[in-house]
């Protein structure tokens, strides 16, 4: 069974910095799609960032919003998914949720037999 814990959510002011970590059980995180989704009060789970297999190696992935601000990264031999966060804005705040699976793959929420979440972290952003 696949479980996913994050950590590492909480307050901080605008200009700021904080690092995510999700912890990955059942699941290889090297050889698998990986990737951050983010929920907004009132809108839907959007990619913020995700690694996956591409023609050439591993792809990484940004959201227009967050390229050169926020950092994916893994370390294969602790299982681990990071997700650097620096220079935030209050339009961040939102739950963030690690994944794996074809939801990564595809870098959109879906409903997929292979798709493991976390139960979400909070970062709240404030002005």
């Known amino acids: 069974q696949v479980q996913l814990v994050e950590s590492g959510g909480g307050l901080v002011q605008t200009g700021g910095s904080l690092r995510l970590s999700c912890a990955a059980s059942?699941?290889?995180?090297?050889?698998?799609?990986v990737g951050w989704f983010r929920q907004a009060p009132g809108k839907g789970r959007e990619i913020v960032a995700a690694?996956?297999?591409?023609?050439?190696?591993?792809?990484?992935y940004y959201s227009d919003s967050v390229r050169g601000r926020f950092t994916i990264s893994r370390d294969s031999a602790k299982n681990m998914l990071y997700l650097q966060m620096n220079s935030l804005k209050p339009e961040d705040t939102a739950v963030y949720y690690c994944?794996?699976?074809?939801?990564?793959?595809?870098?959109?929420?879906?409903?997929?037999?292979?798709?493991?979440w976390g139960q979400g972290t909070q970062v709240t952003v404030s002005s």
């Open positions: 059942g699941r290889t995180f090297s050889t698998s799609a």
């Open positions: 690694i996956s297999w591409g023609w050439s190696g591993f792809d990484t």
């Open positions: 994944n794996t699976g074809e939801s990564s793959r595809r870098r959109e929420e879906g409903r997929y037999e292979d798709d493991y």
